[in-house]
């Protein structure tokens, strides 16, 4: 935060505490929000947009449904003076007619939400609101166009350049652990002690990206055991009686569960930074390190499979069911139809191995039979991978994969080769 953001900050906080009727007014949602919007002092600003942020926040659902209508029909873009824009930049594309044509195309619920921004605390508060937009209101709704302005201001605010990498351990605050706790969503943390065995000892490492105007408020974040070894059972991997491994003896890196923390921020992609940015901290912290590889849930395998009537297959039935599913299954814009698959591919790993019997908990039986797979970030082919995937929807995998499947398309599948 910068000398004077703190300065306003701390002007609008005394300001606030001197002035307790200040923000708490009988002007309706609608008179606020015009006073936000023709707003110049930036210190009645913060305390306008802190009146509207509370007072959503405590609205019951019907009411914050309203809200975001109203957002839609009276702060939406005004067609007219848009398609006049569009017809003046035509005949004489200059500074002067580009510049209107960027005023009259952003609708002023933009600029209301930059505006409420200026709080603080607001940005919590917005990731909050557009959570509650994603729950309340349907994708076929009129209304649900809103969301595209919170995605596009959201996407400069959560740059990859204004998020912090940090390591969560077992010094981090108690507030911050509560979080994790919580916010873990691939393998259930159930206890303080469950929390102490995945980040104390030595062979375990969790990382977490964090915006500075959110600081113990995890974005996303990733848990990461040492192993000899490519394993092959999440049980084992996080056993309590397990015997760690010295960091120093460690040569592979498992990335065993990657949580998103913000619902508000579905759809602002960073994970694949951050799983950049861990495997480049840890390869200078530990050279002995050379495999980086996942251990990942397939969390839409045993819907495919009831579907397709296979949930008899068993043994070498059911590893190529999962290859045939993750290799050839794709959803009608041609990507592959398992979301954790969507992920890693999409970030340049390659599928390199199936197996059977690696989740035996109520969860792991029912979304995928028990079947967990290995993605294998190799450095020196992700960029390859990733361009490959992302022009063609090509599926890098390991050779035993591809032959166990008859079902994909040739073109589907590029069998991985060793780096040279």
């Not at 030595?202 to 995890?218: L, V």
């Not at 912290?285 to 499979?305: D, M, R």
């Not at 019997?357 to 039979?369: H, I």
């Not at 361009?387 to 929807?393: I, P, V």
């Amino acid at each position: 935060m910068s000398i004077l953001s703190e300065l306003l900050t701390s002007v609008f906080q005394r300001y606030a505490k001197g002035n307790p009727a200040a923000a708490q007014t009988d002007r309706t949602m609608s008179v606020l929000v015009a006073d936000m919007l023709s707003q110049r002092s930036e210190i009645n600003g913060m305390v306008t947009a802190r009146e509207i942020l509370d007072r959503f926040s405590a609205m019951p659902d019907d009411a914050k449904r309203a809200f975001f209508g109203y957002l839609a029909d009276a702060l939406d873009i005004d067609a007219d003076a848009m398609a006049k824009a569009v017809a003046a930049f035509g005949t004489s594309p200059d500074v002067g007619t580009y510049g209107a044509l960027q005023i009259a195309a952003e609708p002023p619920r933009q600029e209301l939400v930059r505006r409420l921004n200026q709080s603080p605390g607001a940005t919590q508060a917005l990731v909050g609101m557009r959570a509650d937009l994603l729950r309340l209101v349907r994708r076929d709704d009129p209304v649900a166009r809103i969301d595209l302005d919170f995605r596009h201001l959201f996407a400069s605010w959560f740059n990859r350049g204004f998020l912090v990498l940090r390591p969560v351990n077992w010094d981090s605050s108690a507030r911050l652990l509560e979080k994790i706790i919580a916010y873990e969503a691939v393998h259930q943390i159930r206890s303080w002690d469950d929390l102490r065995r995945r980040i104390q000892p030595e062979d375990r490492r969790c990382f977490g990206f964090f915006h500075p105007s959110m600081p113990e408020e995890p974005l996303i974040f990733v848990e990461v055991a040492l192993t000899t070894g490519i394993p092959g059972n999440i049980q084992a991997l996080l056993a309590e009686d397990r015997a760690p491994v010295s960091a120093q003896d460690a040569n592979t890196a498992v990335f065993y569960s990657i949580s998103n923390c913000q619902a508000g921020l579905a759809g602002v992609s960073f994970g694949n930074f951050l799983i950049k940015q861990v495997t480049a901290d840890l390869a200078a912290e530990l050279p002995n390190l050379k495999t980086f590889v996942t251990l990942s849930p397939v969390p839409k395998l045993g819907a495919w499979i009831r579907q397709k009537g296979l949930q008899d297959a068993k043994g070498e039935n059911l590893r190529q069911a999962t290859a045939a599913y993750l290799i050839g299954s794709k959803l009608p814009c041609g990507l592959p139809s398992d979301p954790v698959a969507r992920f890693h591919l999409s970030n340049g790993a390659e599928l390199h191995a199936i197996h059977l019997d690696a989740d035996l908990s109520e969860k792991g039986r029912e979304q995928s039979f028990g079947v967990m797979v290995n993605y294998l970030y190799d450095r020196a082919r992700i960029a390859v991978n990733h361009e490959r995937f992302a022009n063609n929807g090509t599926v890098a995998a390991a050779p035993a994969l591809v032959a166990l499947t008859e079902k994909a398309q040739p073109k589907e599948i590029c069998v991985a080769q060793s780096a040279p």
